[in-house]
Every structure is written in structure tokens, then in C-alpha cells.
């Protein structure tokens, strides 16, 4: 923008000359008998329109529920309520602009009312291909945008004034336009990268020879290269000079240098997880205080999902330099210990017998190696005993089978004999002491007795 033409959008004067010119064009071209008419015939329509979208809502309910799978419900749903409204408004005004047409009046601006309409219906239906809603919602708004102005006409000079508002640095210069250039092609560039590596990470996850970690580390890097080359490409398009960049790779650098070298250490960790694949999604771990299995791996965290149902965001630099107990790491083997005692009056050999019973009463146990019942010693009320027993699938939780194989151990030794101790005393006095008996009456003393 020059200098001349900044003096003329600050100066007063233009939009006191500009204003002047608006009455006029607005008793012309607005207040007119056809133009009001046809406003009328707008509001009208929508007026009823809004009023018969309940019943049309039903009855595409109703034709939904009889021809459309259930699986498809929720969906066509949310279609439902959306396009209700717009095509019983369409429909109105389509007749409203007929009747006015035969009457011989004015239909310039129902005409345009229906092109809008129209356009938005078809826009909003071809974004429904778009499986994001944020993706779908913002290419509708931008084409209908462009549509919009197409339709009245004003694409033309709303481009020049775009192009006329703008900003030289040197010999960079950048207007309103090519910013909206800039994200219109970025977003598009974005979508399809996303799209892109979407597909391919679903096919990289089928590929049987790859580790789980190789999946997840090639999906990342992949779409990390297609994101790049979306920006870069979408920045060359609008005709952006890519040399700038660098300026903007030394900052980045020294923003790693100062301020993210956290997010910088979990980027590196990530990679590192990926490629000597100590932890790949499934892996049941203990780290720390969290005790889960990994739900997935990302470029800053990995998600660790408990028997609670809570999902721990660990970095991944905590997994590199902290000590973590992978459950999976060479197999999928655990074993449990179960402790618990007898009376010394109970027969062992029979108490062991039926313990290992009790375990191998329960699928989750496996057979092989088997589960062993141990003599651990001889306590002050109890012969101490340990059942052990192996399982492979952690995530399914440790507590319920050992409360279920604790139980099963009480069914059995309660229908066979078999004594749980419980804490007795026996206490001896010596010497004399007086004896006193308490009743509902009174103290009684009885004399003294002699241990």
C-alpha cells in the first residue's frame, strides 16, 4: 500500500463523500415495491418453513427407520437436523418465486435467495465425504463464502480490494489476499496430508512382519514428511520465497535452545522408544506409581490406560531415563503369589492339594508352567503356606484373580476340614488375685483363687 492511497483511506472526507451516495441507491435499489415484495416472499417462506421442520424432521425419521440400517442412525441423525430447515425453506421460496414470476414482478432477489440456498445444500452435502467435522465445517463456510459472492457478483471487486490492502517489506509484499491464498492452500495441502498418511498408516498396520513399534514408527514419521511437504508446498504455491525460512529455522533453533528442550528431549525419546522398541502398544508396565498397559505411542507422551479406566500421559523421557517394569517385554508370563495359612491341626498335604485345585479351577491360570503350593514356614498361629500361579494377560487385572482364587480356596477348605487359624492368647496368672463378679443387681465378690 502506497503512501497516497493510506492518506486516502484515513482521510474523512472519502467516507463522508462515500455515505452521500448510499441514501439514494437505498431508496433506488432497496425500498423498492419489487424489492419489497420479494423481501416478504423471503421471510415468509422461512417462517413456515421453521415451523413445518419438526413434522419433516419425523417423517425422514420415520423413511429412515424403515430403509436405512441401524448402523447409519446416529449419523443420518445429525443429517436430518441439519437439512430440515434449508430444504422445506427451498421448497417454499421456490414457489413464492414462481407466483411472483407469473405475476410479473421482480425476481432478482428471490432468484438470489434460491442460488444461495441451493449452494449451501449441495456444499454442505459434498462436505459430508469429510470424515473430520472441523475439516467438513470450515470447507463449507470457505466455498459458500466464495459461492456466495460469485452469486451476488461481488467476487471480482472483493478480490481487488483484498489485493489493494497490503503490506512491503523490501521486496516481500503481502496483502489480505494472498494471507487467505496462503490458508486456503495450507489447509487444503494439510487435509490431504492427513488423508494421505491416514490411509497409509492403515496399510503399514497390516503388513504382518512389522513389530508393533515399526508400525507406529514409520505411521509417524510418514506423517511427518507429508505434513512438511504439505506446508512447503502450499507456501510455494502462493508464490512465498522458501529462503525466508531460514530466518525462521534459526529461530527455531534457538527457542530448542532455550525455552523447548522438553519438548525437543520427548521428540528424540519417542524415537528412541520406536526403535529399540522396549515399550510397543499392549505392553502391560509399571512405572512409577501407574500400573497399565500402553494404549498408544505419540511423538511426546505415551498413553497408559489402568484397571480404573484412567489414562496416564507419561512423556517419553521418563519411560528413556525412570526404571520401568515391562510385563511383556520378552513374554507375556507373570506369576502371582498368594499367601495365606492353616491351622496346625489341618492335614498340609490336603490343604496343598486343594489350593492348587482352587487355582487350576480358573481359565486365566495356565497349566503349564503349573501352579505350586509352598511351605513358607511356621508361624505363631498359623502353618504359612504360598500359592503360585502363572498368568499372561496382566491387563486383564491381578486383583480379581487372586480375589477369585482366595474365595475358591475358602469354598474348598470349608467342605473338606480344613482349618483357617485365627490370633488365640492364652494368658497365666500367678500368685493370688481377688475374683468379682458383675450382675444386673450389683458386685459380688466370690473370694480369690490361685493359679
Known amino acids: 500500500m502506497d503512501y497516497a492511497t493510506f492518506n486516502y483511506l484515513l482521510d474523512p472526507a472519502t467516507y463522508l463523500h462515500a455515505l452521500r451516495g448510499v441514501e439514494p441507491w437505498i431508496r433506488t435499489n432497496v425500498l423498492g415495491m419489487g424489492n419489497v415484495i420479494q423481501f416478504f416472499a423471503i421471510a415468509l417462506s422461512y417462517l413456515p418453513a ?123 509484499r503481502i496483502s489480505v489476499l494472498g494471507v487467505f491464498k496462503t490458508m486456503i492452500a495450507l489447509a487444503v495441502m494439510l487435509w490431504m496430508a492427513n488423508l494421505l498418511s491416514s490411509t497409509i498408516e492403515r496399510r503399514i498396520g497390516t503388513f504382518p512382519n512389522l513389530t508393533p513399534s515399526l508400525r507406529v514408527l514409520f505411521g509417524k514419521l510418514l506423517r511427518i514428511a507429508l505434513i512438511t511437504l504439505a506446508v512447503l508446498v502450499a507456501l510455494e504455491s502462493v508464490g512465498i520465497d522458501l529462503t525466508a525460512l531460514t530466518v525462521f529455522s534459526g529461530a527455531l533453533g534457538l527457542g530448542l535452545g532455550f525455552g523447548l528442550q522438553k519438548v525437543a528431549s520427548n521428540l528424540v525419546s519417542g524415537v ?67 499367601p495365606f495359612g492353616v491351622s496346625y491341626t489341618s492335614d498340609l498335604h490336603k490343604a496343598r492339594a486343594l489350593a492348587i485345585e482352587a487355582a487350576t479351577s480358573f481359565e486365566r491360570i495356565l497349566k503349564t508352567p503349573e501352579p505350586r503350593c509352598l511351605l513358607k514356614g511356621y508361624g505363631d498361629s498359623a502353618v504359612n503356606l504360598e500359592l503360585r500361579v502363572w498368568i499372561q494377560d496382566a491387563e486383564k487385572g491381578l486383583s480379581n484373580i487372586k480375589s477369585d482364587i482366595y474365595f475358591k480356596i475358602w469354598d474348598l477348605y470349608h467342605e473338606n476340614g480344613v482349618e483357617f487359624p485365627f490370633p488365640q492368647r492364652d494368658i497365666h496368672i500367678k500368685g493370688t488375685v481377688p475374683v468379682s463378679v458383675e450382675t444386673a443387681t450389683g458386685r459380688a465378690d466370690v473370694g480369690a483363687q490361685k493359679k
Open 50 to 172: 421453521r415451523f413445518l421442520r419438526g413434522g419433516t424432521h419425523r417423517l425422514l425419521q420415520t423413511v429412515r427407520d424403515k430403509t436405512i440400517p441401524k448402523r447409519f442412525h446416529a449419523r443420518l441423525a445429525i443429517e436430518v437436523s441439519i437439512f430440515a430447515l434449508p430444504v422445506v425453506w427451498l421448497a417454499l421460496l421456490g414457489l413464492a418465486h414462481l407466483a411472483i414470476a407469473k405475476a410479473g414482478g421482480a425476481t432478482q432477489l428471490t432468484g438470489v435467495a434460491l442460488s444461495l440456498l441451493t449452494a449451501w445444500i449441495v456444499i454442505r452435502l459434498a462436505a459430508n465425504f469429510i470424515a473430520d467435522p472441523w475439516w467438513a465445517r470450515a470447507m463449507a463456510a470457505t466455498v459458500w463464502v466464495l459461492a456466495a459472492l460469485n452469486i451476488l457478483g461481488l467476487l471480482a471487486p472483493t478480490i481487488t480490494v483484498l489485493d489493494t490492502i497490503a503490506l512491503t517489506f523490501g521486496k516481500t
Open 272 to 338: 528412541i522408544l520406536l526403535l529399540d522398541r522396549s515399550v510397543k502398544p499392549g505392553d502391560v508396565i509399571a512405572i512409577g506409581e501407574t500400573y497399565g498397559w500402553i494404549n498408544s505411542l505419540g511423538a511426546r507422551y505415551v498413553s497408559v490406560v489402568t484397571r480404573d479406566g484412567i489414562e496416564h500421559l507419561i512423556p517419553n523421557e521418563e519411560l528413556i531415563s525412570s526404571p520401568v517394569e515391562n510385563w511383556s517385554y520378552t513374554d507375556r508370563l507373570v506369576r502371582q503369589h498368594l
